[in-house]
C-alpha cells in the first residue's frame, strides 16, 4: 500500500493503526514505524537500515516482539518491488 508517507505494509495485520514503511537506498531496505495512537513515533524514530534490524533480533530474547516478524525483509522486498 502506499499513502503521503510512503510505500507500507501492517506489520500486526489485526491492527491497522499500525504501518511499517519501507524504502530503497545505499544498498539496503530501510524501515520506519508509523502508529496512529502515537504520533511521536514518526518523529521521534528515523528510517532504520535492515543490517541495524537484524543486529536487534540477535540480541532479541523476548516474546511478545519479534523484530524479524514486524520488520519483515520479504514482505518489504515483495511491496517494492510491486512499487504498490
Not at 25 to 52: C, K, M, N
Request: charged content about 30%.
Amino acid at each position: 500500500m502506499k499513502d503521503e508517507r510512503g510505500l507500507y505494509y501492517y506489520p500486526s495485520p489485526g491492527n491497522p493503526r499500525v504501518r511499517m514503511y519501507v524504502r530503497e537506498g545505499e544498498g539496503t531496505i530501510w524501515f520506519r514505524l508509523w502508529s496512529a495512537d502515537d504520533p511521536e513515533l514518526w518523529r521521534q524514530h528515523d528510517w532504520v537500515p535492515y543490517g541495524a534490524i537484524l543486529k536487534a533480533a540477535e540480541m532479541y530474547t523476548g516474546r511478545a516482539f519479534d523484530p524479524r516478524r514486524a520488520y519483515d525483509i520479504e514482505v518489504a522486498r515483495a511491496l517494492l518491488d510491486a512499487g504498490e
